[in-house]
């Protein structure tokens, strides 16, 4: 256990839809991290969170938005879902105080659009 | 922009062979290097980490990874590989700088017992 928990574990919607996936960070750990996992496209960084404030962002959609709460949990919006959406996301979190320091990464919510 | 290439994309190994799976970053400032691995169906666990010093890294399982600086590369190795080894395998890059977190697109690899 990584102690990074990601919910739901899994979410089957209808294309059009929008869903937020939710995770909490190791306690005490200020940066979250998303990524898209997909067949094709392997890990893919979406954006990342350092105590609240957007820090770096990736190949992020603009149907896509996150952001990170003052308890440290993070959201991620997907909206206006298509089917290429479905994948597997993870979140990690990292302490960060000193940059170097590895990610932790939770079980991932798979998503499937339909 | 800052960037990682794994060179194998799938790799089958009979158990005990030897193993060693290339990676590549682009970035020309002080990086963080790091190898995940993810088994079926869970997700991805460290299994080691350069930040400085020593360029020869040990990391768990008996894996252990070489830091060539002026190649760019980060080499994950292991000298005899079991079937539990069966897994994906991921090269990570970090810098101070971006703050990003890049990943390679990932080595499947297969051991056969």
């Known amino acids: 256990d990584s102690g990074v928990t990601q919910t739901p574990k899994h979410l089957i919607t209808a294309t059009g839809q929008r869903v937020t996936l939710r995770c909490s960070p190791r306690?005490?750990?200020?940066?979250v991290y998303w990524y898209q996992q997909s067949l094709d496209q392997g890990l893919q960084f979406l954006i990342q969170?350092?105590?609240?404030?957007?820090?770096a962002k990736g190949n992020i959609l603009e149907r896509f938005s996150a952001q990170q709460f003052p308890d440290l949990h993070s959201e991620l919006n997907l909206s206006s879902l298509e089917l290429g959406d479905s994948a597997l996301y993870f979140c990690?979190?990292?302490?960060?105080?000193?940059?170097?320091?590895?990610?932790?990464f939770g079980q991932g919510t798979r998503l499937t659009v339909v | 922009a800052q960037s990682v290439s794994q060179h194998n994309h799938h790799v089958i190994l009979s158990e005990a062979a030897s193993l060693e799976l290339g990676c590549n970053y682009s970035?020309?400032?002080?990086?963080?290097l790091f190898w995940y691995v993810q088994y079926p169906g869970q997700h991805l666990q460290l299994l080691l980490k350069?930040?400085?010093?020593?360029?020869l890294v040990k990391g768990i399982k008996g894996f252990e990874a070489e830091f060539i600086k002026s190649k760019f590369s980060f080499n994950l190795r292991k000298p005899s590989v079991q079937w539990s080894d069966t897994a994906e395998y991921f090269c990570a890059v970090n810098s101070r700088n971006t703050g990003k977190l890049i990943f390679g697109q990932g080595t499947t690899l297969q051991v056969k017992p």
């Open positions: 990690a979190s990292s302490s960060d105080r000193d940059w170097r320091t590895e990610a932790f």
């Open positions: 306690s005490g750990d200020l940066s």
């Open positions: 350069y930040f400085s010093g020593d360029p």
């Open positions: 969170y350092y105590n609240g404030e957007e820090r």
């Open positions: 970035y020309g400032g002080t990086v963080n």
